[in-house]
């Protein structure tokens, strides 16, 4: 069993930066792959970022590509989304993830432990 909760969401202008946390419970993190999901209102879920349990291969959403950076601290239990250059269009609750195996995946039906979500909003 493992249990997800994200923080660092908030209000932020277009340009700037914000770092998202996802702080795990359970003995088994480090030997899952994590995901950053988001979902903006009135739209399906969307892929953002992805690393495998060591941290060595990562995956990016097209539309965060260059901007958005996944990392994680498996000591600490935690896996963050560095954000930067930010858009309107980032509006969204983001959503960690942690998946069935180790790897990196691009695909919400690869992952079956999911937090409740922090809000990011982000003003033109």
């Known amino acids: 069993q493992v249990q997800l909760v994200e923080s660092g969401g908030g209000l932020v202008q277009a340009g700037g930066s914000l770092r998202l946390s996802c702080a795990a419970s359970?003995?088994?993190?480090?030997?899952?792959?994590m995901g950053w999901f988001r979902q903006a209102p009135g739209k399906e879920r969307e892929f953002v970022a992805t690393?495998?349990?060591?941290?060595?291969?990562?995956n990016y959403g097209d539309s965060v590509k260059g901007r958005f950076t996944i990392s994680r601290d498996n000591a600490k239990n935690t896996v963050y989304l560095q954000m930067n250059s930010l858009k309107a269009e980032d509006t969204a609750v983001y959503y960690c993830?942690?998946?069935?195996?180790?790897?990196?995946?691009?695909?919400?039906?690869?992952?079956?432990?999911w937090g409740q979500g922090t809000q990011v909003t982000v003003s033109s």
């Open positions: 993830a942690a998946a069935f195996n180790s790897g990196s995946y691009a695909t919400s039906v690869a992952y079956n432990y």
């Open positions: 359970g003995r088994t993190f480090s030997n899952k792959g």
């Open positions: 690393i495998n349990w060591g941290g060595g291969s990562t």
